[in-house]
């Protein structure tokens, strides 16, 4: 079975810029959630789809948006990039029974760095 | 907001040394995950123990919900389980709302 999937998996992006990074869930998991880590922060939740819908959200700021398809798969963007968005950013699938929590499946990240 | 606080932050270890790792959360969680974060970036999923013991070859964890706490034991470590470990947790009404500790760095020497 494969896992989750994340591209690209590393990006370079200037300042000002907009970015987008893919997320392909295990097959049959309907819940993806994204993660910022960085050296300062650690790992922050940003939010989580289930059934294209957004029903949880991190404390990030606007700039942040994401989107999920009815195949599950779900896209971040970030827009009017920042140094500080500079990251590792992490996706997690999860089987998802409507709302019962199950295990976290994670993807092996994309590295963003913003000069 | 609920804390999780993993000790310790550091640990260094000969190889075929037993370690425990510790993960208190402050508030009653609904779920709770180990990870271990290889030098790639990826989490590996260790275990998932809301409550109770598991064992998984060298490594083995126990989970104690009415305490708040859960333990991650490494026996016999090896070079190869260097990296960070994470613990985990998600509050009931979070969904998949993961909350991460800070995660105890482990360096394993020969």
């Known amino acids: 079975k494969a896992g989750v999937t994340q591209t690209p998996r590393y990006l370079i992006k200037t300042r000002g810029q907009q970015v987008t990074l893919s997320c392909s869930p295990i097959?049959?998991?309907?819940?993806v959630s994204w993660y910022q880590q960085t050296p300062g922060q650690g790992l922050q939740f940003l939010f989580e789809?289930?059934?294209?819908?957004?029903?949880n959200k991190g404390n990030f700021p606007g700039r942040f948006s994401g989107r999920q398809f009815s195949n599950s798969r779900s896209e971040m963007n970030v827009s009017t990039l920042e140094l500080g968005d500079s990251a590792l950013y992490l996706c997690?699938?999860?089987?998802?029974?409507?709302?019962?929590?199950?295990?976290?499946?994670f993807g092996q990240g994309t590295r963003l760095t913003v000069v | 907001g609920i804390q999780v606080e993993q000790s310790p932050p550091d640990l260094i270890l000969q190889e075929g040394a037993n370690s425990t790792l510790r993960c208190n959360f402050s508030?009653?969680?609904?779920?709770l995950q180990w990870f271990h974060q290889n030098p790639w970036g990826q989490l590996i999923n260790l275990f998932y123990?809301?409550?109770g013991t598991k064992q998984n070859g060298r490594l083995s964890a126990t989970t104690v919900a009415t305490e708040r706490y859960s333990l991650l034991y490494i026996s016999s470590s090896q070079t190869t389980d260097s990296g960070v470990y994470f613990c985990?947790?998600?509050?009931?009404?979070?969904?998949?709302?993961?909350?991460f500790g800070a995660g105890t760095r482990l360096a394993v020497h020969p």
């Open positions: 097959s049959g998991h309907r819940s």
């Open positions: 508030d009653s969680v609904n779920n």
């Open positions: 789809y289930f059934s294209e819908t957004q029903r």
């Open positions: 997690a699938s999860s089987l998802a029974q409507g709302i019962k929590n199950t295990e976290a499946f």
């Open positions: 123990i809301p409550s």
């Open positions: 985990a947790v998600t509050l009931s009404g979070g969904y998949n709302k993961l909350i």
